[in-house]
């Protein structure tokens, strides 16, 4: 279903999900919310965009990833040629930013895949659980950092683990939310 209202409220309100989610993790280990709610919060535009584009839009347009550089100019140092093509792909990481270059050169491509971010979520949880035990403490127990950051507050291994939790409920979402719509 392509809804050109429905596309241009993505457009304005996708990046505002995903700092929201980031801000319902951060504050979740001193408040209601954290890893699960915000991982939740975080697949939101991408469920909208493939309601608006379709599955194969979405994983074309957000999750295959395709880095580019550009040719050399003449008469371009290395030093000016190396800026400008640092410039060029972290622009290129921003995904709702697209610019049409007509000296680029495909250099390499790959899928982002859900699946190979559920570990990382695992990986990160589990990590929270062992911090403590490294320190003589039991299981899970929460171990903070003496300073203090100044917007997030204190630094702790239930932060880790919420982390985790975030990127695991967030890929297993998006990865049911992928196969649903393709089938």
Not at 53 to 73: E, H, I, M, N, P
Request: charged share 15%; net charge positive.
């Amino acid at each position: 279903m392509k809804s050109i209202i429905l596309a241009a409220a993505l457009r304005l309100f996708f990046p505002l999900f995903i700092f929201f989610s980031f801000y319902i993790l951060i504050r979740g280990h001193n408040h209601p919310g954290g890893g699960f709610i915000g991982g939740l919060i975080l697949v939101i535009p991408f469920i909208f965009h493939v309601l608006i584009y379709g599955a194969d839009v979405t994983q074309d347009k957000l999750f295959l990833k395709r880095v580019y550089s550009l040719k050399c100019k003449e008469q371009e140092s290395k030093w000016s040629y190396t800026l400008r093509n640092v410039g060029y792909r972290l622009r290129g990481l921003i995904p709702w930013y697209s610019r049409p270059d007509a000296d680029k050169v495909l250099v390499k491509q790959f899928i982002i895949e859900p699946l190979h971010i559920i570990p990382v979520g695992m990986s990160l949880s589990l990590l929270a659980g062992i911090i403590p035990l490294l320190g003589g403490i039991d299981f899970l127990t929460g171990v903070w950092a003496k300073t203090e950051l100044p917007l997030i507050g204190k630094i702790g291994s239930p932060l880790l683990f919420d982390i985790g939790v975030y990127l695991l409920v967030s890929a297993v979402v998006l990865k049911i939310v992928m196969v649903m719509s393709k089938e």
